[in-house]
T-cell receptor, first 115, second 113 residues
Framework: GAGVSQSPSNKVTEKGKDVELRCDPI?????LYWYRQSLGQGLEFLIYFQGNSAPDKSGLPSDRFSAERTGGSVSTLTIQRTQQEDSAVYLC?????????????FGQGTRLTVV | AQSVTQLGSHVSVSEGALVLLRCNYSSSVPPYLFWYVQYPNQGLQLLLKYTSAATLVKGINGFEAEFKKSETSFHLTKPSAHMSDAAEYFC???????????FGTGTRLTVIP
């Protein structure tokens, strides 16, 4: 497809389990972003990648959260020992280049529910 | 750090009335500004963006926004609301020379028939 693809679209997990969320950016896009959208909280920045490196990890909520990107393409956001407060929609976006007025294109998100 | 403030988490307008969604940014140097829209159960899509080429920016679906440096604002307007405009609207900012994109908390627009 031509857009940003995220999988799974929905994930229900038990508290304490680990989860992996996947993002396939638009082909050729060098920048990739992860955001978390909680009810009434807007979009919370988590991390962004320039190629395979992540210059800014300051948005990751805790050390239970990690992310990687390989081959300048697919990215995985991993949440270890999930907690109920991790329940949210996790959005991925990509853009062709970095900075300026470059538009970020968003995927449909992964809705994570921790029970 | 760059930030944007969206005043009013919920805005209701009658069909055909003016839509005004407010966004103020915090920066001493004019940043790049964006408005995104999220329809129910869909991802975010770009409505319009400020690139410093013009202070009045026209976007899709009849929306426009005006950059006002003196007020550090980038409010979104539409002359006549349509039922299909009901959605959540996000203002976003990227500082000059930076890569990251920060979003406001969003404004949910309800259109009353």
């Amino acid at each position: 497809g031509a857009g940003v693809s995220q999988s799974p679209s929905n994930k229900v997990t038990e508290k304490g389990k680990d989860v992996e969320l996947r993002c396939d950016p638009i082909s050729g896009h060098t920048a990739l972003y992860w955001y978390r959208q909680s009810l009434g909280q807007g979009l919370e920045f988590l991390i962004y990648f320039q190629g395979n490196s992540a210059p800014d990890k300051s948005g990751l909520p805790s050390d239970r959260f990690s992310a990687e990107r390989t081959g300048g393409s697919v990215s995985t956001l991993t949440i270890q020992r999930t907690q109920q407060e991790d329940s949210a929609v996790y959005l991925c976006a990509s853009s062709l280049v970095f900075g300026g007025h470059t538009e970020a294109f968003f995927g449909q998100g992964t809705r994570l529910t921790v029970v | 750090a760059q930030s944007v403030t969206q005043l009013g988490s919920h805005v209701s307008v009658s069909e055909g009335a003016l839509v005004l969604l407010r966004c103020n940014y915090s920066s001493s140097v004019p940043p790049y500004l964006f408005w995104y829209v999220q329809y129910p159960n869909q991802g975010l899509q770009l409505l319009l963006k400020y690139t410093s080429a013009a202070t009045l920016v026209k976007g899709i679906n009849g929306f426009e926004a005006e950059f006002k440096k003196s007020e550090t604002s980038f409010h979104l307007t539409k002359p006549s609301a349509h039922m299909s405009d009901a959605a959540e609207y996000f203002c976003a900012v990227r500082a000059t020379g930076a890569n990251n994109l920060f979003f406001g908390t969003g404004t949910r627009l309800t259109v009353i028939p």
